[in-house]
């Protein structure tokens, strides 16, 4: 996905170029494309990282089994969250693509036994949590409170 937007990118910007807007193409004309270049890379760079990461000497098989749904949930997430990119470039056939989604979800149910053991690993200290949902989600969805914290119902 990265390279087929950045080739799309590098078209459209040596025409505004030739042109003389490149700024007003990269700012205004083509800013949806530039971000989406911008978040294949960055998907790429992270999904790298991680493959590296589980193939490193640090990782024993018992993290490994429990690392590795996670960072397949990561690579299919972003493929479901631009599947309609993916099927209109024919890089995901369209029976491919309606598995997609139960895939995702697949991937989220396998995870969801080890969460608590997961959310623990990264050692945030109860305090430091501000989200009021992290704490008593039940209590917090009971009402309408459109993401806010109201001093009569925290």
């Not at 949806?32 to 790429?44: C, G, K, S, T």
């Not at 760079?45 to 991680?50: D, M, Q, S």
Request: glycine share 6%; proline share 5%.
């Amino acid at each position: 996905r990265e390279m087929r937007l950045l080739r799309q990118l590098s078209l459209v910007m040596r025409q505004a170029s030739a042109a003389g807007g490149f700024f007003d193409a990269w700012m205004k004309q083509q800013s949806d494309l530039v971000q989406a270049a911008a978040q294949a890379f960055a998907e790429r760079e992270v999904l790298e990282a991680c493959v590296r990461c589980l193939d490193g000497p640090a990782m024993t098989p018992g993290l490994r089994e429990l690392v590795s749904p996670l960072v397949a949930l990561f690579a299919a997430a972003a493929v479901e969250r631009e599947l309609a990119w993916y099927m209109a470039q024919e890089v995901v056939p369209t029976k491919v693509g309606r598995l997609v989604p139960d895939a995702v979800r697949q991937l989220v149910a396998s995870i969801a036994p080890n969460a608590q053991q997961l959310v623990a690993a990264f050692g945030i200290p109860d305090h430091l949590v501000a989200a009021p949902i992290a704490g008593q989600w039940e209590l917090y969805n009971t009402y309408d409170n459109q993401g806010e914290l109201t001093a009569d119902r925290q």
